[in-house]
């Protein structure tokens, strides 16, 4: 796909910062997943937003993977940024750290891959002006393993899954 404008992965790159508090836990003590997965798609779809220039509306989330739990205070950060684009669809990569608070060290607690449409004011489908440019291999090795979701996302759909 030919585009007259591209924009950079780390034009479009969204990190929020959060401290958890009691209403994000829930009666086992940890982040409750559904709070993080909505955090994790509001973080998504800015990143979205931000590559198209426009609405955009969450079309589906893959490879959601919970690795570790989070607890009251931790320091939650979010990191979302496009991985491909295509006509007017965008796969957007979201990663979830908790950040020690003496060394700044982070380490993951959850990943996903979001598909985001960027959608007119009557919230159709509308073609993304911006193509992505992909300046080092790890944008490179992100567009291309895009490429392997978005066939396993048209197999699943063709099995009825």
């Known amino acids: 796909m030919e585009y007259e404008k591209y924009r950079s992965v780390d034009d479009s790159k969204t990190e929020w910062v959060k401290c958890i508090q009691y209403e994000d836990i829930n009666g086992a003590g940890r ?14 779809g800015i990143a979205a937003t931000r590559h198209c220039g426009g609405h955009v509306t969450t079309a589906a989330c893959d490879d959601l993977q919970f ?4 607890y009251i205070n931790d320091v939650l ?3 979302s940024k496009v991985t ?26 959850n990943r996903a891959y979001f598909t985001e449409v960027h959608v007119d004011d ?7 002006k911006y193509g992505l440019r992909l300046e080092s291999e790890s944008d490179k090795a992100e567009w291309e393993g895009a490429l392997k ?8 759909r063709a099995e009825g899954f």
């Open 31 to 44: 982040l409750y997943g559904g709070r993080l997965m909505e955090w994790m798609d509001q973080v998504s």
């Open 149 to 156: 979701r978005i066939e396993m996302r048209k197999k699943r």
């Open 122 to 128: 009557q919230g159709k489908p509308a073609k993304v």
């Open 67 to 70: 690795k570790n739990a989070a």
């Open 77 to 79: 950060v979010i990191i």
């Open 84 to 109: 491909y684009v295509g006509r007017s669809s965008m796969e957007v990569r979201t990663d979830v750290y908790i950040e020690d608070r003496e060394s700044g060290m982070r380490r993951v607690i």
